[in-house]
């Protein structure tokens, strides 16, 4: 199977015309800031179709001569048992700008120098100094527990005037109706924060524009949110559609921690559960969506065929997820990390499911300039319409995977070690391709 998916891939072609629906064609709706206009995707010749009928009647794994380190159940537990710490810095990832400050402190609505601001854990005062803008200094009450981090506050001229005080954010030294604004950047400001990140492989504009073929036009319908983690995607859903009626299910009990505490998904049922085997009935969602999950799971058809299983007759799937690098070194550590599957992979898959209508539309990061060679995180958003109720006509084996079979111990961390390893590479790669768009001369290739 493999091999033909990548006779496929040979074949492919990009034409400068949507192919015309019903010749069985893959529409590919480009990442309109990376291309200048919308094409399409046609194996092989223009017009012929391709027959992408359900091929296999056992479940695709992937090869085993490739090693990807992460793509295990107990191996994804524990990478994100780490990796949610700082999952929200570092993989929604950024960095505290002054732009941003700007856009957080904005909704807190200081609109007269005379408030009464409190800033909780103002720590150096980097966002004392946004709030000052609006309020007097004098006004302002900077607290934190560490005496050093205050002490490089007071040094801050802007913030002379300022109240400086040590103390407990859980445990406040001020009267009942005190203040008429009260600041935390790191905690309330923290819903906003991996919002407003606008740096790394999977920012908000790329959420907005990979959500979009997902079609959530009404804010009744009943969504899933399948590898939902800290509930980046789910932020981008429940724009849309009422939080009572979205469920979020991971794996890791760690990332949906962070995600119950978002204030927008505090309406939302969170659970945890396996991709690959949803505690759903037949025919319940509108939609499904799953963002960045596919990469961890064992056997991605298995989860694709539960989408269709969970999905109401009309309902749309929505899966994005990375795509495979062609440039040897990337291909290399995308290999060793995690499932990057091929643009063809994802739509056979689909179809092996018993989805129509499958459309790939292309994301990636703006300042890539539409490069895909490296391959890309968040790559592509891949749609698909349910069209009869009940199960999928695809048909799988049993399990591969076996959760209960021991590990030896050694073997797991080394695994876990090597693919954090490769890992690492997808977060520097980002970083050599902003560089290269700050330095590259803009409407040059990259
Ligand atoms: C890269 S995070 C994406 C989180 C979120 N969707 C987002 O857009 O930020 C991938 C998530 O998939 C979860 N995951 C991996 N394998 C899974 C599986 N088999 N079933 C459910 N969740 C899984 C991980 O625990 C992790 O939270």
Known sequence: MASLMLSGAENTKLINSIVPSGLGSVSLNFHKKCFLRKNAVSYGNKYRTINLTPRCSVSSTRPSSQPRFIQHKKEAFWFYRFLSIVYDHIINPGHWTEDMREEA??????????????DVGGGTGFTTLGIVKHVDAKNVTILDQSPHQLAKAKKKEALKECKIIEGDAEDLPFPTDYADRYVSAGRFLSIVYDNMLNFGPWTEDMREEALEPVDLYDRNMRVVDVGGGTGFSTLGIVKHVDAKNVTIIDQSPHQLAKAKKKEPLKECTIIEGDAENLPFPTDYADRYVSAGSIEYWPDPQRGIKEAYRVLKIGGKACLIGPVHPTFWLSQFFAD?????????????????????????????????????????????SVTGVKPLSGDSPLQLGPKVEDLEKPVNPLVFLSRLILGAIAATY?????????????????GRPI
């Open 336 to 380: 060793m990390w995690m499932l990057f599957p091929k643009e063809e992979e994802y739509i056979q898959w689909f179809k092996n499911a018993g989805f129509k209508d499958v459309k790939l539309k292309r994301i990636g990061p703006k300042w890539y300039r539409g490069v895909r060679r490296h391959g890309l995180i968040m790559g592509c």
């Open 105 to 118: 402190l904005e909704p807190a609505d200081l609109y007269d120098r005379n408030m009464r601001v409190v």
């Open 426 to 442: 997808y977060t520097i790669l980002p970083i050599y391709m902003w560089i290269k768009d700050q330095i590259v001369p803009k």
